[in-house]
Each structure stands twice: as C-alpha cells, then as structure tokens.
C-alpha cells in the first residue's frame, strides 16, 4: 500500500506561486508515474500534471502549461508541483495520485490511479 500526504496548499493573490508537495510512505515510488489533479467547486475533477518515475517525462494540462512545473525527488519518495503565475481559475483542491501500471494513454484519467492523497486547498483570491 502507498500513502500519499499533500502540503503546501494555502491563499496566494493572483499572479503570485505556491509549491505543493505530496510525500509517500508505505512503500517506494520507484517505477510508479505520479501525477496532480485538481477539483473546484462544483466540477469534475481534473488532470493538472503528470510524470513518470524512471524516464522523468512530465505531462502538462494546457491551462497550466508554462506556468506550472512538476518534479519528483527519487531519494526523498515524493512529488512537487510549483505553480507559478497563479490565476483565480486556479482556485481548487489539489490531490496528488500514484499508480504503478496505468498505460500511457490513461494518464489523464483520473479513475486509472489507484493511490490518493486527501488533498491540499488552494486559494487565488485578492
């Protein structure tokens, strides 16, 4: 079983940056792809960034792409998302998510990951 704790979350104005970070216990990261998704108020929950394990390759929502940046720390056995440029549409809580055999083509889809974490709030509010 993998755990996933997330942090970071917080209220930033516009235009401003937050880094979120997602831990793991309960067993390593190594060969899992790790990615974040985000759910506002009343919408379905969405992809936001993505990336795998071992190649590093990261995968990006358009409406974040250029502002947001996802990375992982192999040694550390966690995940970070800073996001920079923060737009009020940004606004949401943001779970990170971990699966160990998802396809390629899966990687956006939220009921492929079979590892979550609680999820950190964000706020982009003046």
């Known amino acids: 079983q993998v755990q996933l704790t997330e942090a970071g979350g917080g209220l930033v104005q516009p235009g401003g940056s937050l880094t979120l970070s997602c831990a793991a216990t309960?067993?390593?990261?190594?060969?899992?792809?790790l990615a974040w998704f985000r759910q506002a108020p009343g919408k379905d929950r969405e992809f936001v960034s993505a990336?795998?394990?071992?190649?590093?390759?990261?995968y990006y929502a358009d409406s974040v792409k250029g502002r947001f940046t996802i990375t992982r720390e192999n040694a550390e056995n966690t995940m970070k998302l800073q996001m920079n440029s923060l737009k009020p549409e940004d606004t949401a809580v943001y779970y990170c998510?971990?699966?160990?055999?998802?396809?390629?083509?899966?990687?956006?889809?939220?009921?492929?990951?079979?590892?979550w974490g609680q999820g950190t709030q964000v706020t982009v509010s003046s």
């Open positions: 998510a971990a699966d160990r055999h998802l396809i390629l083509s899966s990687l956006r889809n939220d009921a492929a990951y079979d590892y």
């Open positions: 309960g067993r390593t990261l190594s060969g899992y792809k």
């Open positions: 990336i795998s394990w071992s190649e590093r390759r990261t």
